[in-house]
């Protein structure tokens, strides 16, 4: 029996490349997408010309609670188990303290936290069927303190939190850990300027910006690892050295 792994924020950049790994795994994958309709449908195409049958797409919007619980029965359904789930899927921008509102507030932490949350607890008892493992992709920069990004630093330190203590919760059945990026691509619709860039890189021992590969590599290890669960695993060429 094929193994299952279901990938939130799935139709482009890392959920993508993580998508494309667990293809040449020869897995089932459960494309999970928002607003990319068109990419995640040509993944699937993709993907399934190469292992038919073995992908699905299914679009909902975390920060809407009724639509996670559709993505949970919709993605119990698909294919026989569930075996890895990779809370992958984000929002990204600025709120400096005088524009905090309700309306980031949902959006930040809905897609960050509590989606996630929602999504984990829903699919527990499938995880739990397959001795399965959670992946959380959290960010490197939350050790450090990231001004002017206050709601989106408590989502993703919440996330890290909630690894720490469902990775006790799920035990011995379910490993839970977390992926903490550095900077892999510029966030979607910025292009950063060469003397950005350059400035970026100067902060990371490696010299490099990172890429999508990345972090599909250290999903793939972290999901395989069976002996570890509650870990936060900096992928972020040494940044966080210094
Ligand atoms: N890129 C980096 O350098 C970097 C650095 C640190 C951490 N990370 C973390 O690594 C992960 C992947 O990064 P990325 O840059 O590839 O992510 P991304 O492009 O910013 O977002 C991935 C996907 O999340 C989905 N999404 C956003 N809001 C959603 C919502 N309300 N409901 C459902 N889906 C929603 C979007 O799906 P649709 O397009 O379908 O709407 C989007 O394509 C993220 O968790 C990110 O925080 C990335």
Not at 54 to 66: E, R
Not at 91 to 115: A, Q, R
């Amino acid at each position: 029996m094929n193994k299952t792994i279901l990938i939130t924020g799935a139709a482009k950049r890392i959920g993508k490349e993580i998508a494309l790994t667990y293809r040449d795994l020869g897995w089932n994958i459960i494309i999970h997408y928002n607003s990319s309709k068109k990419d995640a449908e040509e993944l699937a195409q993709n993907i399934n010309s190469k292992n038919p049958g073995t992908a699905k797409i299914v679009q909902a919007n975390l920060d809407i609670d009724s639509e996670v619980k559709r993505l949970v029965e919709e993605s119990k359904n698909f294919f026989d188990s569930i075996d890895i789930l990779v809370n992958n899927a984000s929002t990204f921008y600025p709120t400096p303290i005088d524009e905090i509102s309700d309306d980031h507030w949902m959006k930040l932490v809905g897609s960050n936290l509590k989606g996630p949350l929602f999504l984990i607890s829903g699919l527990k008892d499938k995880l739990k069927e397959s001795k399965g493992s959670i992946v959380n992709i959290t960010d490197t920069n939350l050790s450090k303190g990231t001004a002017n990004f206050s709601i989106y630093s408590a989502a993703k330190g919440g996330l890290e939190s909630i690894t720490k203590g469902l990775a006790r919760e799920l035990a011995p059945d379910i490993t839970v850990n977390a992926i903490a990026p550095g900077a892999m691509l510029e966030p979607p619709g910025v292009e950063w300027t060469d003397e950005q860039k350059e400035k970026v890189v100067s902060n990371i021992p490696l010299k490099r910006m990172g890429c999508e590969k990345d972090i599909a590599n250290a999903v793939k290890f972290v999901a395989s690892a069976k002996y570890m669960t509650g870990q936060i695993i900096k992928v972020d060429g040494g940044r966080s050295l210094s």
